[in-house]
């Protein structure tokens, strides 16, 4: 069972707090890479718990600073972008990419003032058509950004989409990736009530008959034993710790990055491959990718829709409260994913409280970080086929 105090290390996010500090570890995605463009070169944000600005100085270089100017106070976001940096439209301190303040007009010529200011800033990367953000201690020291098979491979189309916010934790809705048996009823009987004939829904409606757990290098592995007239053994990705889920949808690969906007809401990016066999369509690094944002996925009266999958998704996991107390629930023999997944959320906390490098998922290796995919998975490609042709000759 978990204690107050570990609810609170699981989930609080602000600079200082245990959970916040190891996320830290991590890079995690800002915002599309081409929405910081030159006709609008800068997006202001937060990400657990700091107000950021991110921008794109008049030579193309990306800077993340901290959003608030350091003289008096005024955001930046109302700044004047120019070519070396960004200047505060208060008083004209101008701040580069790395955040050192350049000109502080209205000091005395030759002031070595301006030396002792500086935003906090972090280092930023682009990759598969978003732009990346660390945000730890000693950036030189900062782990390679994981080159997932999702924003590196060549052969198809890529797409990115936003999710509307989500109000509630992000420990909320991680912790679904490894629940393996929501999508039962969640979607596969919600499905049917609902009448909405969803593609994907015979396919979780199938009785579970076993579920299996375990660590690997980048978080936990999993697999659903389906039985009923459609048996199969469905290997999945692991849970990319720790907040990453990887899954097949269909034909398409896709990535969702669970970060935290505070303690209280959670932005979700969605980053989808579709890979086209014959070559027809091809998608290189570097090249600009669309991007969406999602409208909210309710009814006009505020309600959720439930239509669809992520709306389902979403219900469950805000239903549960701006930030879930787990010293109430009662868990079960198939929540050993859960179990499995706040073990290794702990322990890890420990290890960066100790000032020690986090053991999962980080990423050093260049040789390894070619390209990150995941062998011996399986696609609800040839289960559905199968229900299908099931279903069809009924």
Same mark, same amino acid.
């Given at each position: 069972?978990?204690?107050?105090?570990?609810?609170?290390?699981?989930?609080?996010?602000?600079?200082?707090?245990?959970?916040?500090?190891?996320?830290?570890?991590?890079?995690?995605? #800002?915002?599309?890479?081409?929405?910081?463009?030159?006709?609008?070169?800068?997006?202001?944000l937060?990400?657990?718990?700091?107000?950021?600005l991110?921008?794109?100085d008049g030579?193309?270089?990306i800077?993340?600073?901290?959003?608030?100017?350091?003289?008096?106070?005024?955001?930046?976001y109302?700044?004047?972008?120019?070519?070396c940096?960004?200047?505060?439209?208060?008083h004209?301190?101008?701040?580069?990419?790395?955040?050192?303040c350049?000109e502080?007009?209205?000091?005395?010529?030759?002031?070595?003032?301006?030396?002792?200011?500086?935003?906090?800033?972090?280092?930023?990367?682009?990759?598969?058509?978003?732009?990346?953000?660390?945000?730890?201690?000693?950036?030189? %020291?900062?782990?390679?950004?994981?080159r997932?098979?999702?924003?590196?491979?060549?052969d198809?189309? %890529?797409?990115?989409?936003?999710?509307?916010?989500?109000?509630?934790?992000?420990?909320?809705?991680?912790?679904?990736?490894?629940d393996?048996?929501?999508?039962?009823?969640?979607?596969?009987?919600m499905?049917?009530?609902?009448?909405?004939?969803h593609?994907?829904?015979?396919?979780?409606?199938r009785?579970?008959?076993?579920?299996?757990?375990s660590?690997?290098?980048?978080?936990?592995?999993?697999?659903?034993v389906?039985?009923?007239?459609?048996?199969?053994t469905?290997?999945?990705?692991?849970?990319?710790?720790p907040?990453? #889920?990887?899954?097949?949808?269909?034909?398409m690969?896709?990535?969702?990055?669970?970060?935290?906007?505070?303690d209280?809401?959670?932005r979700?990016?969605?980053?989808?491959?579709?890979?086209?066999?014959?070559?027809?369509a091809?998608?290189?690094?570097?090249?600009?990718?669309?991007?969406v944002? #999602?409208?909210?996925m309710?009814t006009?009266?505020?309600e959720?829709? #439930?239509?669809?999958?992520?709306?389902?998704?979403?219900?469950?996991?805000?239903?549960q409260?701006?930030?879930?107390?787990?010293?109430?629930?009662?868990?079960?023999?198939?929540?050993?994913?859960?179990?499995l997944?706040?073990k290794?959320?702990?322990?890890?906390?420990?290890?960066?409280?100790?000032?020690?490098?986090?053991?999962v998922?980080?990423? %050093?290796?260049?040789?390894?970080n070619?390209?990150?995919?995941f062998?011996?998975?399986?696609?609800?490609?040839?289960?559905?086929?199968r229900?299908?042709?099931?279903?069809?000759?009924?």
């Open positions: 069972m978990i204690t107050p105090e570990q609810n609170q290390r699981l989930t609080r996010v602000g600079p200082g707090t245990p959970g916040g500090e190891l996320l830290r570890r991590y890079w995690q995605p #800002l915002c599309p890479a081409a929405e910081i463009a030159a006709e609008q070169p800068k997006k202001r937060r990400i657990m718990g700091e107000s950021l991110v921008f794109r030579q193309g270089r800077g993340c600073v901290e959003e608030f100017c350091k003289h008096r106070g005024a955001s930046l109302y700044g004047y972008v120019e070519e940096g960004i200047r505060c439209c208060y004209g301190w101008m701040y580069d990419a790395q955040g050192r350049l502080q007009p209205f000091e005395p010529e030759g002031s070595r003032f301006k030396d002792e200011i500086r935003l906090k800033s972090y280092p930023v990367q682009a990759l598969g058509g978003l732009l990346f953000v660390y945000m730890g201690p000693d950036p030189a %020291r900062a782990p390679l950004l994981p997932w098979d999702v924003l590196v491979r060549e198809g189309k %890529r797409e990115i989409k936003m999710f509307p916010t989500h109000y509630c934790n992000w420990l909320q809705i991680q912790e679904n990736t490894a393996s048996t929501h999508t039962y009823y969640l979607h596969g009987v499905d049917r009530v609902l009448g909405l004939k593609p994907f829904a015979p396919y979780y409606r009785p579970i008959e076993k579920l299996e757990f660590y690997c290098e980048w978080g936990i592995d999993k697999v659903i389906y039985g009923g007239d459609v048996p199969e469905e290997i999945r990705p692991p849970l990319i710790f907040n990453i #889920l990887r899954i097949p949808n269909g034909p690969e896709v990535l969702h990055w669970r970060v935290p906007i505070d209280q809401s959670t979700i990016v969605f980053v989808a491959f579709t890979p086209v066999p014959d070559g027809s091809r998608t290189r690094e570097g090249d600009p990718i669309s991007y944002y #999602l409208p909210a309710k006009p009266d505020g959720y829709d #439930l239509k669809t999958f992520f709306s389902q998704d979403q219900m469950a996991q805000e239903s409260g701006a930030i879930y107390d787990r010293t109430h629930e009662n868990l079960g023999v198939s929540d050993r994913g859960i179990v997944f706040r290794m959320l702990l322990e890890q906390i420990e290890r960066v409280e100790r000032g020690e490098e986090p053991t998922a980080v990423v %050093r290796d260049p040789e390894r070619r390209m990150i995919d062998p011996g998975i399986t696609s609800p490609v040839e289960g559905l086929k229900i299908a042709e099931m279903q069809g000759s009924g």
